[in-house]
């Protein structure tokens, strides 16, 4: 058990490249950190080199207060769970789980009761006497798991352990891999580019962006307070929708309808020069059809009206598309998420974008038809279409 | 075999039976040979008449030498085997696992010298060996033997460290194993198939050579058992020591056998699936 501290850590390559850049983060004793971003981003290259298997460039890596950055990866007592599970082809899963204990050269009474209790935890018992190639994927997944606490080792880094499964087994591995975090409340260091996973298993989550941490926060903080751009784009699903704003006496004019903001937004936004381009944000569940808004919610935003292009029915909600006409929005930022998504996301025609919205499920909208559709003005996300920084995170 | 139709099992069976009686013919008559009397040797039959194992009594009957050059062969083969596995296992480990200055110069090297002609050497070797005195020395053959099978097995290998996936090795160094452990008891086990290979090859090398043993060798010290084969008279001046000749080739063929049939049932393929996702 100990914190992990990266003190301006940067990671540059041979060649040149710098994966991480002036990495400063804190991760205290016991907790699940996630580090998340897109591929290339860093994420994993800092994972590396906190297990020491790459080494730091400059900057200081403390584990436990005690400067680690020329340890070799066996003196640091770390464990970690590889994106291929690495398990030993050649050994038994007892063998595999008891690997790390045997170097260490410990009594083989306590090897077998260690090997067991992590057996059982991880309800492998029947399977220790197995190869791991006759293994399912999520056992194999769960070998790699106990190779890891079997140690009892003073943090646990995972490296996307999970994105090798199949989307149900991942909800159901996710789950576990929370619940034994918890369990043994050992400080893990996690890493994926699944928002997702981020969302549901972090105590805290931090996103990068090419080598550089963009913001490190509590998920539901993340999600309600992005600091620019790219995080707001990041986490949530469907992303939230960026469209073309300006802002003129506490009016902020987006193109399909101007809304008044409340007091308190306006005050957090503060002065902007009406002629500067904004970047508005706003998540498809603040949008609403305005006839499922209760009387006393309806002054906190504005109407519009609009008619749909996809109507997507989940059963507890609807998805609905439209598009309104604009400019687009620019920014760096937002382009490196579209790459994120495989640069397809925005199918819409030019001088036009396509809003993602999430309405109740009694609604019933139809394709075409004319609605009503409310948003909520306490929602709104302000950014500053230059440098992406947010302008209404608190 | 369901799916292959009666006409493809047809050929496959013409195909088999050619190719072993194409490979195994000479083996047979070379047997056959061994079990004629010198009176029957040349008699011209597939199959001989009368069988006898005189030949291979006087095979290792002393004064021959045989017996001494066997140990020899078995000897050299076996010291070569071991110091090419050990320092190419080492070497090619290094070259797939490390990147160092000077890494493609050492593969090209290794394969130039693996393809160099051995006749351009053996006369060199022979005169510097006399004045150094490896001349007639197991040493004398291990070194030029080694010289060959080295690159040889380091390129074998390398080919099958490459196939291990690395994150094994992070993952040993993560459960706290040194570089060495990692190797040792990680990646060689993983990689057993193509050492068994390399060594297979190795042994087979140095058991075949006749070149440097004849021009390096003088005695029963080091003379290896295919030179002593040449070397092999009949009881008189007049005798025909052909059918010793064939014993003994049986012979010497009989290690090489067993060294084949012991390690091939250990190159397994599809040791390592399992390790990664799949």
């Not at chain 1, 079997?150 to 646990?156: C, E, G, L, S």
């Not at chain 1, 025609?349 to 009503?372: C, D, F, H, I």
Request: hydrophobic fraction near 45%.
């Amino acid at each position: 058990m100990a914190d992990i501290v990266l003190d301006h850590v940067t990671k540059t390559y041979a060649d040149g490249y710098t994966a991480v850049k002036d990495l400063n983060l804190e991760i205290a004793d016991g907790e699940f950190m996630i580090l998340v971003g897109p591929s290339g981003c860093g994420k994993s290259t800092a994972l590396n080199m906190i297990a020491g298997l790459e080494d730091i460039t400059s900057g200081e890596l403390r584990i436990g207060g005690e400067v680690v950055n020329k340890k070799a990866p066996r003196d640091r007592d770390i464990a970690m769970v590889f994106q291929s599970y690495a398990l030993y082809p050649h050994m038994t899963v007892r063998d595999n789980i008891a690997f790390a204990l045997k170097l260490a050269k410990r009594p083989q009474a306590e090897i077998d009761a260690k090997v067991n209790e992590a057996a059982e935890i991880l309800d492998l018992q029947n399977h220790l006497d197995r190869k791991p190639a006759n293994l399912s994927g999520g056992q194999r997944q769960r070998v790699a798991m106990g190779r890891a606490i079997v140690r009892n080792p003073k943090a646990f880094l995972m490296d996307e352990p999970l994105s090798n499964l199949d989307a149900k087994l991942r909800v159901q591995m996710r789950a576990e891999v929370g619940r034994i975090q918890h369990r043994l409340n050992t400080t893990t260091v996690y890493v994926t580019h699944d928002q997702t996973e981020a969302m549901t298993l972090g105590d805290r989550v931090a996103i990068m962006l090419h080598g550089e941490l963009q913001q490190v926060a509590s998920p539901m903080e993340l999600y309600n307070h992005p600091r620019n751009l790219f995080v707001a784009g990041f986490i949530g699903s469907p992303g939230m929708n960026f469209l073309p704003a300006t802002l003129e006496n506490g009016v902020a004019k987006l193109p399909m309808v101007d809304i008044k903001l409340p007091q308190e937004m306006a005050e957090r936004v503060g002065r902007v020069d009406p002629n500067k381009p904004l970047i508005v944000g706003v998540r498809p569940e603040d949008f609403e059809d305005a006839q499922y808004v209760g009387p006393e919610q309806r002054p906190r935003g504005t109407t519009f009206n609009t008619s749909f292009d996809l109507v997507e029915a989940m059963g507890a909600e609807y998805y609905v598309h439209f598009t309104v006409k604009s400019g687009g929005v620019e920014s760096s930022q937002v382009e490196d998420l579209l790459a994120d998504q495989g640069g397809v996301s925005d199918l819409s025609e030019e001088g036009s974008s396509v809003v993602v919205a999430r309405l109740n499920a009694e609604s019933r909208v139809k394709v075409g038809e004319p609605t009503e559709v409310w948003i909520d003005a306490t929602k709104l996300h302000f950014f500053d279409a230059e440098s992406g920084t947010s302008l209404s995170a608190a | 075999m369901d799916q292959y139709t009666r006409n493809q099992k047809i050929l496959w069976a013409i195909g088999t039976v050619v190719v072993l009686f194409y490979a195994l013919i000479p083996v047979v008559w070379i047997l056959s040979l061994s079990l004629k009397t010198p009176e029957t040797i040349g008699d011209q039959r597939f199959f001989p008449s009368e069988f006898t194992f005189d030949n291979y009594s006087s095979v290792f009957s002393e004064g021959l030498g045989f017996n001494r050059a066997i140990i020899n062969s078995i000897g050299i083969a076996l010291i070569t085997t071991v110091l090419a596995l050990a320092l190419a296992s080492m070497a090619a480990y290094a070259i797939t696992r490390l990147d160092f200055p000077g890494k493609t110069l050492i593969l090209a090297g290794a394969l130039a010298v693996s393809m160099f002609p051995a006749i351009s050497v053996v006369g060199g070797l022979f005169n510097v060996w006399r004045v150094v005195g490896l001349y007639d020395t197991w040493p004398g053959l291990i070194l030029p033997y080694l010289s060959f099978s080295l690159p040889l097995s380091i390129y074998t290998l390398s080919a099958f460290f490459r196939e291990i996936p690395w994150d094994l090795e992070k993952a040993a160094q993560m459960d706290g194993a040194t570089g060495m452990q990692a190797f040792r008891r990680v990646i060689l086990p993983l990689a057993m198939p193509g050492v068994f290979t390399a060594g297979i090859l190795a042994f087979i090398a140095a058991w075949n050579d006749f070149l440097f043993a004849n021009v390096l060798t003088s005695t029963d010290a080091a003379r290896t058992a295919p030179v002593a084969l040449s070397f092999f008279r009949g009881a008189s001046q007049f005798t025909d020591p052909s059918g010793a000749i064939a014993a003994g080739a049986v012979v010497v063929t009989i290690p090489i056998l067993i060294m084949v049939l012991i390690f091939q049932r250990r190159i397994v393929s599809g040791l390592t699936s399992g390790a990664v996702k799949g």
